[in-house]
Nanobody, 117 residues
Framework: QLQLAESGGGLVQAGGSLRLSCSGS????????IGWYRQAPGKQRELVAH???????NYADSVKGRFTISRDNAKNTAYLQMDSLKPEDTAVYYC???????????WGQGTQVTVLS
């Protein structure tokens, strides 16, 4: 029932920042865990950050210290703040309402992040 829509991607220089938004509708947003995933061409979709309904967070080692996941349940929105971006962060970013490492089969269109060197 929950639908998610990603936004906020763009093209930035290495070292720059972006904030991605994940807007929920169609369900009670606060009860759902939210994960941010990314997929680059020719690569598997990978988890980059996750937050539970209670606020516990997890990060991929590759983004730890640079990315921050958060949520504002009053706005039905989760965020991914991305700082110190690297070219290897270039990918389409998706959010998903599954528990840690187990996404559900409902995906939005994603938002493109491109980091130039």
């Amino acid at each position: 029932q929950l639908q998610l829509a990603e936004s906020g991607g763009g093209l930035v220089q290495a070292g720059g920042s972006l904030r991605l938004s994940c807007s929920g509708s169609g369900s009670i947003f606060s009860i759902h865990p939210i994960g941010w995933y990314r997929q680059a061409p020719g690569k598997q979709r990978e988890l980059v950050a996750h937050i539970t309904s209670g606020g516990s967070t997890n990060y991929a080692d590759s983004v730890k210290g640079r990315f921050t996941i958060s949520r504002d349940n009053a706005k039905n929105t989760a965020y991914l703040q991305m700082d110190s971006l690297k070219p290897e962060d270039t990918a389409v970013y998706y959010c998903n309402a599954g528990v840690l490492n187990y996404p559900i089969d409902i995906w939005g269109q994603g938002t493109q992040v491109t980091v130039l060197s």
